[in-house]
């Protein structure tokens, strides 16, 4: 397959990220916060997508050609497209990072706390944070989750 062909496919694909995104990503990444997703328009012809490490991010295939890049941890991992023959379409980073909007962490010693303080502060779970602290919100979530699943 061509470069020519590759760079363009490449383009197509950053260029409907940078569209959902504010700030415009360098050109072989893909930025998506922790937490979050972003949705994409695939270049015609793509048969396969692998993710190195999708314990980084996950990605979903739709109809239509719509991709959904999840970010699952922080990190880097890549992104490869191949077409239906196993030809190199696209191959991009995947860069997982935190969202800091309206984020508060608290420090106490060397263990951290976070919190998500959109309009009020609640606590929140950050990867990072203090075992006791990720533990207690997670189980409440986890609580919250059943309760809301019954019927």
Not at 31 to 48: G, N, R, S, Y
Not at 73 to 78: E, F
Not at 118 to 126: E, H, M, N, R, S
């Amino acid at each position: 397959m061509p470069n020519r062909f590759r760079c363009l496919a490449f383009a197509v694909l950053t260029a409907a990220l940078a569209a959902g995104s504010a700030s415009a990503a360098p050109a072989d990444n893909i930025m998506v916060d922790i937490d979050h997703a972003k949705i994409m328009k695939l270049p015609e012809k793509i048969q396969t997508i692998v993710v190195g490490n999708p314990m980084i991010a996950d990605v979903t295939v739709q109809k239509n050609g719509i991709m959904i890049v999840t970010g699952k941890s922080y990190g880097v991992t890549n992104l490869i497209a191949l077409d239906g023959s196993g030809n190199l379409v696209v191959e991009a980073n995947i860069r997982v990072q935190a969202g800091g909007d309206a984020l508060v962490t608290v420090h106490r010693g060397m263990e951290r706390e976070s919190y998500s303080c959109a309009p009020a502060c609640q606590p929140t779970l950050i990867l990072g944070d203090a075992q006791k602290h990720f533990s207690e919100v997670s189980g409440q979530a986890t609580s919250r989750n059943a309760l809301a699943g019954q019927k």
